[in-house]
């Protein structure tokens, strides 16, 4: 069983706080990491994808990824009460396993 | 035209109906997907279209039937549910995997 593991929550973080939300994953052999941004009664959004070792920036948001410890995380810098919804983090494996979700409250 | 569509955006049937879901992309994706989420859980796939073929079914009740019309189109038709199998049904393309474009769900109550 491919499994993708996140901390349900929720993570409260003051505006203006880095949010720090984390993600491992159970097979060695994934080589495509996703985050998804999904808000209350919505469908998900693609916000970062990494392949590499290391940190990749978009904007406010830096995916990392340590394949060696089997973790991805997904660092928001300057959070904002806009960034409260459930984060998704999902591994391909022969398809995309999304993990449970972290949600998210940024609070002003 | 970056969107995929779905209609109808709610949808409540009985457990005797035919219904059917509908999905639309122009976006020149090869991939099409059926995704089923219930309250406060991850997207579940349910089947996966490449190039216009069935290419995963995830061990989905036969009262859930796929069709790829063409490659824009996206259907599911839907009988005989049970109510259990109320949820939001998410259509999804992608032209690389795992980099998926939803739409905005259809909202299924099965009474």
């Known amino acids: 069983q491919k499994e993708v593991e996140q901390n349900s929550g929720p993570l409260s973080v003051p505006e203006g706080a880095i949010a720090s939300l984390n993600c491992t994953y159970s097979?060695?052999?994934?080589?495509?990491f996703f985050w998804y941004r999904q808000y209350s009664g919505k469908s998900p959004e693609l916000i970062m994808f990494i392949y590499s070792n290391g940190d990749k920036e978009d904007g406010r948001f830096t995916a990392q990824l340590n394949k060696a410890s089997q973790y991805v995380s997904l660092l928001i810098r300057d959070s904002q009460p806009s960034d409260s919804a459930t984060y998704l983090c999902a591994v391909l494996y022969s398809t995309l396993t999304f993990g449970k979700g972290t949600m998210l409250l940024v609070s002003p | 035209d970056t969107e995929v569509t779905q209609t109808p955006k709610h949808l409540v049937m009985g457990m005797t109906n035919k219904k059917s879901l509908k999905c639309e992309q122009h976006m020149g994706h090869r991939a099409m997907y059926w995704y089923k989420q219930k309250a406060k859980k991850p997207p579940e796939l349910m089947f996966v279209y490449s190039y216009e073929k069935l290419s995963i079914n995830e061990s989905v009740p036969s009262r859930f039937s796929p069709e790829c019309p063409n490659s824009s189109l996206l259907n599911l038709h839907l009988h005989a549910l049970q109510p259990e199998d109320s949820a939001l049904y998410l259509c999804a393309s992608s032209q690389s995997p795992g980099e998926l474009f939803f739409g905005e769900g259809s909202r299924l109550t099965v009474l």
């Open positions: 097979d060695r052999g994934s080589q495509s």
